[in-house]
């Protein structure tokens, strides 16, 4: 799919629909079109290096859209960065971009490196005519599109490149996910996730391509039931795009149903284990709706399998399935020694396909130990170890958690040595060990298990005071609810933490 080509032609044969709305702020398809094209003109003019990523900073803002197709159109890459990240951590992620431009549409972050271009200019830019397109020069098909920053087990995120080939391939399918493409062409896709998420590119690019109109709820109107709820019945949304832990907040309020709600018919849903409850609660307060299951890592392009959740799927055994791959996507389950095993029996999900990512941003460490090349039909293509344990059976695959001490938290992506690392930086902490708590088959909240030799206070002052110094360095999501303070860590013989022994000592 060309996505660009699809933007611009409902901008011809629909330029005054909504393109998309966040808080009051709209823009339509034809601004959309000629916003994006007036700013890819002055990227072109206004940098040099095609190689350097552009940073996009902001908070659901429509003008992000308008960064995010100016800089695919000038031949950019781009790395969204949610203003919940906290400043040194997006300093961390510019260090290593090194980007001639960072587009600040929200908030006001600053940096040394390259040129920061606020709102301002930015509308200033946009409002500007100009024939000058012949200048562009957009992504070509092995281009990076975009690169999406996640927890890395070192303690500074890694960047996952996606190229345009990628994100073309997954759209070819996203659109067919659930409903027919003709069914969602022009309807309200509803946008849960930060655009520096991948789940965001589920909805953000699924509905552009489909001429639908992007509904944004903010971090705000997801903190506030009410706020909520109203803006879920103003938006008229027919798709929702959502963690479950996003639907089970929605579901806290009776009022989400389809009387209030009754163009609502599609829940797709990634990220997380979606728990039969959720679905069976979910196909009860909106019967004539569908509920899709999807799996995929950011590295594989936001999803590569699907499957509807029936009302008898949610009814029976759990766990639910993920669903099949979809075309272009082949699974393996492999064991250890990196042996293929047979159906039904657990190992590693290897996803390969047309949708996996070159690799990590200039971490060849990391991308080689992650990613592999394979060929078909003498073409080659691209192969990840997810470090998720699954099976596949019928060819359903069955999602069993990690191998490794990556968690999923309120459908946020955490590496548990990250929040280590991090801790670590803290003069006052010497030695760190975090522990999910499981309850129901999902994590509920991180605990970290710290020794402090010099602790100057009493024990809660202190764990708040360290839960402060570490928001300079972690989004709130990141922040481990409860420090338990020990005089030592159980080691193993290896010289490691004793993770298992510190579960059962403490839990
Ligand atoms: P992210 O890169 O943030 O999309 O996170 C990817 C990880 O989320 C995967 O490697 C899985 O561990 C987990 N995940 C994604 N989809 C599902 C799902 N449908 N059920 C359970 N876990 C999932």
């Known amino acids: 799919m060309d996505i660009l080509k699809n933007i611009r032609e409902t901008a011809l044969t629909h330029p005054k629909r909504c393109a998309v709305q966040s808080r009051e702020q709209k823009l339509t398809y034809e601004e959309l079109e000629e916003y994006s094209n007036r700013l890819a003109v002055w990227i ?13 900073y902001g908070h659901k803002n429509p003008y992000m859209v308008v960064c995010f197709l100016a800089c695919a159109k000038a031949g950019r890459s781009y790395v969204p960065q949610d203003i919940c990240i906290p400043v040194s951590r997006v300093d961390e992620t510019v260090l290593s971009v090194e980007p001639e431009l960072t587009f600040v549409v929200e908030g006001d972050y600053q940096t040394e490196i390259g040129t920061e271009i606020g709102k301002d200019e930015i509308e200033e830019i946009v409002k500007q005519k100009t024939n000058e397109t012949d200048v562009l020069q957009p992504l070509t098909k092995d281009e990076v599109w ?50 520096s998420f991948d789940l965001s590119v589920m909805d953000l690019y699924t509905c552009l391509a489909v001429g639908g109109t992007l509904w944004c709820l903010t971090k705000d109107v997801q903190k506030d039931y009410q706020k909520l709820l109203e803006s879920l019945k103003r938006s008229d949304a027919a798709i929702m795009v959502s963690t479950p832990s996003f639907a089970d907040v929605c579901l806290s309020d009776p009022a989400f149903a389809q009387t209030a709600l009754p163009n609502l018919g599609l829940f797709l849903f990634c990220g997380e284990t979606l728990t039969n409850r959720t679905a069976r609660r979910l196909l009860e307060r909106f019967p004539s709706a569908k ?47 990196g042996r293929v095993l047979p159906e039904g029996e657990k190992g590693e999900i290897i996803i390969l396909g047309n949708t996996v990512s070159p690799g990590y941003y200039q971490n060849t460490l990391q991308t080689e130990k992650h990613f592999f090349t394979y060929t078909e039909e003498g073409i080659p293509a691209q192969g990840y170890r997810t470090g998720d344990k699954g099976y596949l059976k019928d060819g359903m695959l069955y999602y069993c958690g990690r191998i490794d001490l990556q968690i999923k938290l309120h459908g946020y992506r955490i590496e548990l040595e990250d929040i280590e690392n991090n801790l670590l ?30 602790m100057t206070a009493p024990e ?11 928001r300079t360095f972690l989004p709130e999501y990141m922040i481990p609810k409860k420090l338990i303070f020990m005089d030592r860590l159980p080691m193993t013989g290896n010289g490691k933490v004793d993770r298992k022994a510190l579960g059962s000592a403490v839990l």
């Open 460 to 470: 809660r002052t202190y764990a708040e005071m360290l839960k402060e110094s570490l």
């Open 44 to 56: 072109a003019k206004n940098s040099q290096d095609r190689k350097r990523p552009v940073i996009v």
């Open 146 to 195: 975009y690169i999406i920053f996640t927890s890395g087990s070192t303690g500074t995120p890694k960047g996952v490149t996606i190229t345009e080939r990628n994100l073309s391939n997954f759209l070819d399918w996203s659109i067919t996910l659930g409903t027919s493409t003709n069914a969602k062409k022009g309807k309200v896709f509803l946008n849960q996730a930060p655009f």
């Open 291 to 337: 509920v899709m299951n999807t799996y995929g890592p950011t590295e594989s392009t936001v999803a590569v399998t699907q499957v509807e959740i029936t009302p008898e799927l949610a009814a029976g055994t759990s766990p639910l399935p993920v669903g099949r791959p979809k075309p272009g996507t082949t699974l393996q389950i492999c064991g250890p020694d």
């Open 425 to 454: 930086r803290l003069p006052q902490i010497e030695k760190a060990a975090v522990l999910p708590n499981i309850k129901d088959g999902r994590v509920k909240s991180i605990s970290a298990y710290l020794v402090c030799p010099g």
